[in-house]
């Protein structure tokens, strides 16, 4: 029993030690043709699987809004906010050299939003399913800059972040 116990354990080592995790920082701006919010957002992801040039990277995101937007409608301002944006992704990426590399990436999103008008507040949430691609540069094997473009349904989400290996 000790034995297989220590063979799991030597086994989940060297398991987590090949693991290739990454986390990141950036902004996001989403839009459709009547508003436009921005939001902080950080993300962790996992490379679960790397052959040659190509990766498959799951990845979470989880961002807050920190611009907000108001539309006009019969003579009346509402005013809208992001309360939170997550996403699920997995991305399917491919080394286009040492330090440049593009990336096709499927998700499935939820967005909280905020409207309020005199003095009364809403609040709605809805998950669907996006998808969208980017492109990253390498500075080093442990830090990046990406910029990425995906749409869920109408709404159009435009990317850029900081992203490092731990």
């Known amino acids: 029993m000790k034995k297989i116990t220590l063979a799991s354990l030597f086994s989940l080592c060297a398991f987590t ?3 290739e995790w990454s986390g990141g920082v950036g902004y996001a701006n989403l839009s459709n043709e009547d508003i436009s919010l921005g939001a902080l957002v950080g993300e962790v992801a996992y490379n679960a699987h790397k052959v040659e040039k190509f990766s498959l990277i799951t990845g979470l ?4 809004g ?3 937007d108001s539309v006009r409608y019969a003579n009346t301002t509402i ?3 992001l309360d939170r944006f997550v996403a699920i992704d997995v991305k399917v990426q491919f080394a286009l050299n040492e330090q440049v590399y593009a990336y096709l990436m ?3 999103g939820n967005a909280k939003l905020s409207a309020s008008a005199v003095g009364e507040s809403v609040s709605d ?3 669907e399913f996006g998808y969208g691609g980017g492109i990253g540069y390498q500075f080093n094997q ?3 800059i990406e910029a990425s473009y995906q749409q869920f349904d109408d709404t159009d989400v435009l990317g850029v972040s900081y992203t490092f290996k731990f």
Do not use: K, L, V
């Not at 995101?61 to 807050?64: T, V, W």
């Open 17 to 19: 030690a090949s693991a």
């Open 61 to 64: 995101r989880y961002g807050i």
């Open 66 to 68: 920190i611009q907000d």
């Open 79 to 81: 005013d809208i906010e």
């Open 106 to 108: 499927p998700s499935y």
């Open 125 to 127: 949430d809805e998950w």
């Open 142 to 144: 442990q830090s990046a």
